[in-house]
């Protein structure tokens, strides 16, 4: 809402002084409302009136500073500016402290009022973004994955709320389906950029010889096929917020190229020796921990301390377990609402899935394992054969084998009633290295004990 436009309620019994007053505003660009009667122009103000009320005092039925208390009533953060030709000094005085904006005597100079409105329309104007956006924030926090009630979750919810509206740049660090981009979604939202363009990128799904158009943009001619000029994905988040998910796969030289754009806010697109400025907020997201040289592999040291201003890392479901009940619930409702259908009673077989399985594809797999729940084809009993390949979408190769291991010892400690001796000579592996990948794996060997061998299990290390 530009202020110049800004909506303007007035209100005046003496026909002439309202015309008058009008054409006054209406000069410097206010869209008015001229309203004779102050009963009328009640009807007219609400919550969600996002501009100013101008009103004189003296008036019959009801004067100016009960309409005040009216308004504040419905909206204390409206304002009101309030005219007299009487100059009460006290009145004045007590008024403002009342909470009136401004307390204006006749005559007054014209660009006095105009200013007084002006001031008050950009007061109004911030207070209803504040209100826009966490409204958007408690709408983003009830509809998106971002949920749970363990510890990890709660510090990261505040630490959100703590730097979403600060420019500082921001990597996220979590596994596959774990909820980064749902993060970077949510910084942009509750930020001051939340108007502008949120702009994500995949890094690892694009060609090296493409992710440098797409990045920085080019001029037409620049290189065989480009016919016409395209706008970056930097530039086209100028304002905004820009999202790199799995940085850790782009290209040595784009990462040059990347550390200047974060270092000087500013891109060259290909084909130009033109600089442009860049207004951004940048958020990268790696499945790996860049910290760890052994990891980073060719990833820049020195771009990754650029981007390690602000680290956030998302908790893996496996260590989150007490949120999956909550998560479950939340996806089935939402699935039953997509389908169309009642959400089936939840099974042992389904209650022993979600507390057992360890979650490798994390709050993506949790989302497809509750949609394929409602429309009834999930029990909850893992399918060695197919199940692994199934929900094994979008998962890269070490994390399906890491993910079939996982089944692989569950079902063998199934099979062996939880027993260690039977279960070691079956996967045939040292008895550290079975209680690592348990470890791992998240898994509890209890949970698969008859009676007998629980008992036994309570003095197993």
């Known amino acids: 809402m530009s202020i110049s436009h800004s909506p303007v309620i007035l209100i005046d019994n003496d026909v002439d002084l309202l015309q008058a007053t009008r054409q006054t505003l209406e000069i410097a660009g206010f869209a008015v409302e001229a309203y004779a009667h102050p009963v009328e122009a009640l009807a007219h103000v609400s919550s969600a009136f996002e501009g100013v009320v101008v009103s004189d005092i003296r008036m019959p039925d009801i004067d100016g500073l009960e309409l005040f208390r009216r308004i504040q009533a419905l909206d204390a953060d409206l304002p009101v500016i309030l005219i007299t030709g009487h100059g009460d000094i ?32 950009e007061k109004r104007r911030l207070i209803m973004e504040n209100r826009a956006l966490r409204q958007a924030a408690i709408a ?19 630490t959100l709320r703590q730097i979403a509206d600060t420019d500082v740049d921001v990597l996220v660090m979590g596994e596959t389906g774990s909820g980064k981009e749902v993060v970077a979604s949510l910084l942009h939202r509750w930020s001051r950029r939340a108007a502008a363009n949120f702009v994500a990128l995949n890094c690892g799904t694009l060609p090296e010889s493409m992710i440098e158009s797409e990045l920085f943009g080019h001029e037409a001619g620049a290189f065989t096929g480009a016919q016409k000029r395209r706008i970056g994905r930097i530039e086209h988040a100028s304002g905004g917020t820009l999202f790199l998910d799995e940085i850790e796969s782009m290209p040595a030289s784009t990462q040059v190229q990347m550390l200047r754009v974060l270092e000087m806010r500013e891109v060259t697109p290909l084909g130009t020796n033109e600089v442009r400025p860049v207004d951004l907020r940048v958020v990268a997201a790696a499945k790996i921990d860049l910290g760890d040289p052994a990891r980073r592999g060719d990833f820049r040291e020195d771009l990754y301390y650029r981007l390690n201003v602000v680290t956030l890392t998302i908790p893996p479901l496996r260590e989150r377990r007490a949120d999956i009940p909550l998560l479950f619930a939340h996806f089935v409702e939402r699935a039953a609402m997509r389908f169309r259908r009642e959400a089936p009673s939840v099974s042992d077989g389904v209650e022993r899935h979600l507390r057992e399985h360890d979650w490798p594809g994390n709050v993506r797999e949790l989302t497809h ?41 569950r079902q063998v400690l199934k099979e062996n009633d939880g027993d260690v001796r039977r279960s070691l000579d079956a996967l045939k592996i040292p008895r550290k290295t079975f209680y690592d990948k348990l470890n791992r794996h998240g898994i509890s060997r209890k949970d698969f004990c008859g009676e007998d061998e629980l008992l036994s299990s309570l003095s197993d290390p």
Do not use: C, N
């Open 369 to 409: 394992f509750a949609e394929r729940f409602v429309l009834g084809l999930e029990d909850g009993e893992p399918d060695i054969t197919g199940a692994t390949s199934i929900q094994a979408a979008g998962l890269s190769l070490p994390e399906r084998v890491e993910r079939y291991e996982g089944e692989i010892i």
């Open 90 to 121: 006290a009145m004045a005085v007590q008024a403002i402290k009342d909470g009136v904006y401004d307390f204006i005597t006749k005559p007054f100079a014209t660009g006095h009022l105009q200013q007084s409105v002006a001031r008050a329309a």
């Open 140 to 158: 983003a926090q009830d509809g998106l994955p971002l949920i749970g009630q363990t510890p990890a979750m709660e510090r990261l919810r505040r």
